[in-house]
């Protein structure tokens, strides 16, 4: 191929990069793809790319002229120092107008960093959220772009080409300006971590509560998946239990250490939530349960030494069990989601961003890790009201919560009864019923700061009187 035709440029070849470029290629668009180490360049264009349309660049300088103006350059590279340091690799070498899209997981304030100090030079930045893993990124994922709208349209068909597809169109979107796409991708991101807990908690309850193998628990899952917990994580669970190890033939999950890494994303998002006041315990619990599994050398001396139920299994009927595990699964995943749209409601009202939420759930709906079926009632709950306040209080949701509640306390209970520790579950439902009471306990704690500090407090019966403070001490005589 010759200079300068490749509609677009992409840096960084790790497997999602090598993916995202033979998805670019293969939706008609001829691309040219740089990496540090010239080899798995080499490699690309001999193995997985051969005779296809791609260019091999050496150099940013060859990468920056193979390209067609305004030139289109994504960068696949590590989050933090490494999207500089690209940054300052192509910057000498591009004009006002060209455009850089970040895929990673960026900070989203240092992708708006990014975009002050590009504009200045009149280089345009898109940070833009891509979920779905190493399979979404070769045949479909979710895209969140964010940025200027102007420079989005520019990718836009090739964004729309590359994105999964689902009965409503691909799964991309404008979302808005600033750090917007990678704020959406990394609230995502908590969403999955709650889920994924969610999941690993139901779990739990049926394997240690009920003692259920692990054929058992991939046919539990299967059925799930023909109904409203339909998903792709409740999918790849019921196959992870089919899994055998080749050597022993026991489960491969069985084998597997009980200790949970994270990237960062999940922790962001709590950090976040605290940030702009909003709480999100279900995802908090999930990355709170990632830590505690990481103090396994602690968990194996606490396990012989502190007192509980031990060995203990579900005494009645099992369906009953497995039924009320369905329905806090359900629950707490409604929870879960609705203190995830809650924040990126807070963050759009913040920032100023706009952000449609419905219109999120829709591209959330293929090619993401958290694509569901349920992702369709979101849809169609902020179509109805677009400033709804939460959405536990769309009537379907709140019908579904009504319905559910009954399994969601009863599984909770068998939980704590045997021992089985369900930091997420318990997080849901105490949420849950923190919405439901129209008065907290949070009374005495404003009146112990007040004793304590001089906080001040108001008062139910004199609203009009505004922030009072009382010398506890003198009423006391």
Request: charged fraction near 25%.
């Amino acid at each position: 191929m010759e200079a300068a035709q490749a509609k677009i440029g992409l840096v960084g070849l790790a497997v999602m990069g090598e993916n995202l470029a033979l998805n670019i290629e293969r939706n008609g668009f001829p691309i040219a793809v740089y990496n540090r180490d010239p080899d798995k360049v080499e490699r690309l264009l001999q193995t997985r790319a051969k005779g296809l349309h791609f260019i091999g660049a050496h150099t940013p300088a060859e990468l920056v002229k193979s390209l067609e103006r305004p030139r289109k350059i994504v960068l696949l590279v590590k989050a933090g120092q490494p999207v500089d340091w690209t940054v300052d690799q192509l910057r000498p070498y591009l004009e006002p107008g060209d455009i850089i899209v970040d895929g990673g997981n960026s900070w989203y304030e240092d992708t708006e960093r990014r975009q002050k100090e590009l504009s200045a030079k009149g280089i345009r930045f898109i940070g833009s959220g891509v979920s779905g893993g190493e399979e979404g990124a070769l045949w479909g994922p979710s895209l969140m772009p964010g940025g200027e709208e102007d420079a989005y349209e520019q990718i836009r068909p090739i964004w729309e080409a590359i994105a999964a597809k689902v009965d409503d169109g691909p799964c991309v979107t404008y979302i808005g300006p600033g750090g917007s796409g990678h704020f959406v991708k990394m609230v995502h991101n908590g969403i999955e971590y709650g889920d994924m807990q969610l999941i690993a908690e139901a779990y739990d309850i049926l394997h240690r509560g009920l003692g259920f193998s692990a054929e058992q628990l991939a046919e539990v899952f299967e059925r799930w998946n023909g109904g409203v917990l339909s998903s792709f994580l409740i999918e790849i669970t019921a196959k992870i239990f089919k899994v055998k190890d080749p050597e022993t033939g026991k489960p491969l999950v069985d084998l597997i250490v009980d200790k949970a890494g994270q990237k960062g994303t999940g922790l962001w998002t709590s950090k976040v939530a605290l940030d702009l006041g909003v709480p999100i315990p279900t995802i908090d619990a999930a990355i709170m349960a990632r830590l505690l599994s990481g103090q396994r050398s602690q968990r194996t001396q606490a396990a012989g030494a502190l007192e509980g139920p031990r060995g203990k299994r579900w005494a009645g009927d099992a369906s009953e069990l497995v039924a009320a595990v369905h329905d806090a699964l359900y629950a707490a995943k409604i929870c879960s989601y609705t203190q995830g749209m809650a924040l990126l409601a807070t963050a759009s009202h913040n920032f100023g961003w706009n952000l449609r939420l419905g219109e999120i759930a829709r591209i959330w709906k293929g090619g993401c890790i958290i694509r569901a079926q349920f992702l369709d009632g979101i849809r169609e709950a902020y179509a109805k009201q677009a400033d709804l306040p939460i959405l536990l209080l769309d009537d379907r949701f709140r019908d579904a919560m009504s319905k559910a509640q009954l399994g969601f306390r009863k599984a909770i209970a068998a939980a704590q009864d045997l021992g089985i520790p369900c930091l997420a579950f318990s997080s849901s439902l105490a949420y849950y019923d923190s919405y439901r009471s129209e008065r907290l306990p949070q009374n005495l704690t404003q009146a112990q700061r007040d004793f304590f500090g001089a906080h001040t407090y108001e008062r139910t019966d004199k609203p009009e009187l505004g922030a009072v403070h009382t010398e506890w001490q003198t009423l006391l005589g």
